[in-house]
């Protein structure tokens, strides 16, 4: 089954990639992981995608569609696709490229949960800058201090995480990637998940739906 997990920023998306990757057999394809892996290796694409990410804006769906296909060619099937597409021309592209290897998307997991919590939950993010794990001082600090649980190294704040960025990201949301909602709702493959809830407790409704 190939799954998009859709979603505002913090709404809880890759942390249950994440729990579906170890439990079950899927692969997480996170486009925001990808993009800051390519920023701290400073390649060219890292510096390309630099000023958007950091200014809250979204990366041009063009560069975003070549990253995809790439990655597709030789990933197979049960991906998550995490954080993409977040435009319809995305999903439009996506469709396309899915098209052409045989493929399609089964399931849109929409995770629903309103602005205030989802800021709330972002300013308390933190996560690993080796392994990616996500923590939340509030809910889910690391066990030591600062350090990641897994890896021992210094959990890190993401810089599009400040507060003045998070604003921007927000509208970017609502102007450019909620439209996806109705878009998916009119291909029946739409779940909506309350994402309010505890991370096991949304685990759980997602996982019905895969079983
Ligand atoms: P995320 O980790 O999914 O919150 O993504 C962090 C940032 O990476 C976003 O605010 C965008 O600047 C950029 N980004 C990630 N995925 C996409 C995408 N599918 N399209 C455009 N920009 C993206």
């Known amino acids: 089954m190939n799954i998009i997990l ?72 049960n991906v998550l696709f995490d954080g993409f597409p977040r435009t319809i021309e995305q999903a439009e592209g996506l469709e396309i490229l899915m098209d052409r290897l045989g493929r399609q998307i089964e399931k849109v997991f929409f995770f629903d949960v309103d602005e205030n919590n989802v800021i709330k939950r972002i300013i308390n993010r933190r996560s690993c800058p080796k392994c990616q794990r996500i923590y939340n001082l509030i809910t889910d600090p690391p066990k030591n201090a600062d350090l990641c649980d897994v890896c021992g190294v210094k959990v890190v704040e993401r810089d599009d995480d400040k507060e003045e960025v998070v604003t921007k990201r927000m509208q970017v949301y609502k102007d450019l990637t909620a439209p996806l909602i109705s878009y998916y709702k009119s291909q029946g493959i739409f779940v909506q998940i309350d994402a309010s809830k505890s991370v096991e407790d949304v685990y759980n409704q997602v996982i019905k739906h895969i079983n």
């Open 6 to 77: 859709l979603g505002y920023p913090g709404s809880g998306k890759g942390t249950q990639a994440k729990l579906l990757v170890s439990n079950l057999n899927y692969k997480h394809l996170s486009t925001g992981d990808m993009f800051r892996d390519e920023i701290a290796k400073k390649t060219q694409l890292g510096e390309k995608v630099k000023s958007y990410i950091n200014n809250g804006k979204l990366v041009p769906d063009d560069v975003v569609l070549e990253v995809i296909e790439s990655k597709l060619k030789d990933i197979g099937d």
